[in-house]
């Protein structure tokens, strides 16, 4: 005696026990509508949080009161050191006045080094030397700065051995290079390079 078994066959997954799951997918979602919205609060929270942090306040900190004193620090000694000068010290002047440029700023400084500081150095025996009466920032980012700096220049020479006393206004534009500022452009307010 053969026993026939029914076999029970699943129905094909045919497209309207598709839409079946579908439509007990989407009663579930919506009988926990609540939590999911309340779910996507939160990410959107999170990720508006994060994103507050790396544009805004991470530019804060990236501009606090000790980085504005460090870029007033930077523009004062550059520009000091780029605008005093004395024929005994030259080549050691030139040095440290270029070590606080950036690269795109440096062949400009050299040509004027070369050309107008250098000549007037050595054949008048020329003598500058600068110092910064006031600075304060005009423009602060992360990675670049614009102080307006007040400088006071006493020059003397072989011809005029009193010193000459003469006040400048500048402009000096900083940017960050590998974690030190340096200066990208000097020139004086109301226009030209100093």
């Not at 989407?26 to 544009?55: D, E, K, M, Q």
């Not at 003469?166 to 307010?189: K, M, P, Q």
Request: aromatic share 8%; glycine share 6%; hydrophobic share 45%.
């Amino acid at each position: 005696v053969i026993v026939e078994e029914e076999v029970a066959r699943e129905p094909a997954a045919g497209p309207s026990n598709r839409l079946r799951g579908v439509g007990r997918w989407l009663r579930r979602c919506l009988a926990r509508w609540r939590a999911i919205l309340l779910a996507l609060a939160l990410v959107a929270a999170t990720g508006f949080a994060a994103g507050y942090f790396y544009s805004v306040y991470r530019s804060d900190l990236q501009t606090d009161d000790a980085a504005v004193h460090q870029v007033i620090k930077a523009a004062s000694d550059g520009a000091v050191a780029l605008l005093s000068y004395s024929p005994d010290t030259l080549t050691r002047d030139f040095d440290n006045a270029k070590s606080r440029v950036t690269d795109s700023y440096l062949p400009y400084y050299q040509r004027f080094a070369e050309k107008i500081v250098g000549i007037s150095a050595q054949r008048g025996l020329v003598t500058t030397t600068a110092t910064v009466i006031k600075a304060a920032v005009a423009e602060m980012h992360p990675n670049s700065a614009v102080v307006l700096a007040f400088l006071k220049l006493k020059t003397m020479s072989k011809d005029k051995p009193d010193p000459v006393v003469t006040t400048s206004s500048l402009r000096v534009a900083l940017t960050r290079v590998n974690g030190a500022w340096l200066i990208d452009n000097l020139e004086a307010v109301g226009g030209g390079k100093p």
